[in-house]
């Protein structure tokens, strides 16, 4: 994620997803699934939205839900790949999500879908995000999470270690819960929070899970990536330990997505801060009736518990 050092081929990632724009209908039941939770969590703000974006809008499906909102006003759709961004109610704007071409201050709701796990440069795009936020404008957005894809990564390292004594890189390294708040903190975010949901989804095979994969952009479009293709005999042997550690009883595979949410607000001086240290009017003890002990007395302790340095 450092822009110093590449780890996406970000033209390929485009031509690859343009290659699935016409199809994108039938490969859209996790993006609908992460629209209708960030949809749900803003309807849930009292406040309104007269001007949003949706940040990697793929083919509108989270705008258009969003759009439903009566505290949202109007949706401008951001997307890369200008096959999808013609298929995205108006307005839209062919545009990387590593270079916005917003004002600051000018935007009042920023969303983004299953789209920001793919950039170089995250930090940067978190930056960018948050200058264009007016003042106590908000980000809400959903990415990848670590433990996304764990079973396709082992079938397909597991099969070339076999086969060819070695693996390279297939599948993207996604960052977990904590990387993802301490970027949004880094980016100077107020009130952060991430959380994360993990959902099993079934598929027929474990072509079918990568044919899907391909249409929401994670394909094999790392830089360090070999240029070659799986050799056939890899990718049989692949399915095969993938079939084995992972089939259903229903003859289907299985495969896991760690959806990461992610919210922050653009800082203002309505917006609470954190007490300092020492400034407490009541002491926590006295809260809750209970006594002061030392970080040394043990009779702070239960009898039988054990202390823990961390």
């Not at 822009?3 to 199809?23: K, M, P, Q, T, V």
């Not at 307005?91 to 201050?105: N, R």
Request: glycine share 10%.
């Amino acid at each position: 994620m450092n822009a110093d050092r590449e780890l996406f081929d970000r033209s390929l990632l485009r031509r690859r997803r343009a290659r699935f724009a016409g199809e994108m209908g039938e490969h859209e039941a996790l993006l609908s699934h992460v629209a209708a939770e960030i949809a749900d969590r803003i309807g849930a703000i009292l406040r309104d939205f007269p001007l949003a974006l949706d940040l990697g809008a793929y083919h509108g499906v989270l705008g258009r839900a969003v759009a439903a909102l009566p505290s949202v006003g109007e949706i401008i759709y951001a997307e890369s790949v200008p096959a999808l961004a013609a298929r995205c109610p108006r307005p839209s704007v062919v545009c990387d999500e590593e270079l916005l071409p917003f004002k600051d201050e000018s935007l009042a709701l920023v969303l983004s879908g299953l789209a920001l796990h793919r950039v170089n440069d995250l930090p940067g795009a978190l930056i960018q995000i948050r200058r264009a936020l007016r003042p106590d404008g908000l980000f809400l957005g959903a990415a990848l999470g670590s433990s996304s894809l764990k079973e396709l990564r082992h079938a397909l390292i597991e099969a070339e270690a076999e086969l060819h004594g070695g693996a390279s890189p297939r599948i993207a390294p996604f960052a977990d819960v904590r990387q993802y708040g301490a970027l949004l903190q880094r980016a100077g975010f107020a009130l952060p929070v991430t959380d994360a949901e993990l959902l099993m989804v079934t598929y027929p095979t474990p072509r079918d899970l990568m044919r899907e994969i391909r249409a929401l952009g994670g394909g094999n479009v790392m830089a360090a990536r070999r240029k070659e293709p799986l050799p056939r005999g890899t990718l049989e042997r692949a399915e095969e330990i993938y079939r084995s550690r992972y089939g259903t009883p229903e003859g289907k595979i299985a495969a896991s997505f760690e959806i990461v949410y992610l919210s922050g607000w653009a800082p203002h001086a309505s917006q609470q801060k954190p007490l300092a240290p020492g400034s407490a009017r009541q002491r926590l003890a006295d809260a809750l009736g209970t006594t002061d002990h030392s970080a040394g007395d043990k009779a702070g302790f239960p009898a039988g518990a054990k202390r823990e340095s961390k």
